[in-house]
């Protein structure tokens, strides 16, 4: 389906349902429209589906980056550890703080768009 038809139909059905006055023809015509925009979106998430799976990869594996850092930071025992023996290093354990905050919002972020790149790919949720 090429999508310049598509959008050459989708503008003449939207010229003639301003036109008309006859309800039946009027919800022949809405019925077609979303048709054309299921087929139309079909055919781009094809086009785009390598583009797709590519940022998905990426964000894939900028998760597994962020999981690495969460369990070296665990392990290290990190901030609290620092806090609750008394060597807590303002400069560097509050930067390191903020960074796993950020981290964590990252992942947040991370997530939804992979749910949404998954769901747009067909691919199961991940888990």
Known sequence: MDLQAV???????AT???ATDDEVEAARIR?????????AAAVDAAARRPELERELAQLERR????DESHIRSRA???????????DYEFPRDAEELNSQIDDANDRDRI?????????????????
Request: charged letters at 35%; a positive charge; hydrophobic letters at 45%.
């Open 63 to 66: 998760l597994e980056t962020l």
């Open 16 to 18: 003639r349902l301003a």
């Open 7 to 13: 959008i050459a139909e989708l503008n003449e059905l």
């Open 111 to 127: 997530e939804e768009r992979v749910a949404v790149l998954r769901q747009r790919l067909g691919l199961p949720k991940a888990d």
């Open 31 to 39: 019925r077609r429209q979303e048709e054309l925009r299921t087929a």
């Open 76 to 86: 290290s025992g990190g901030f609290l550890k620092g806090a609750l023996w008394g």
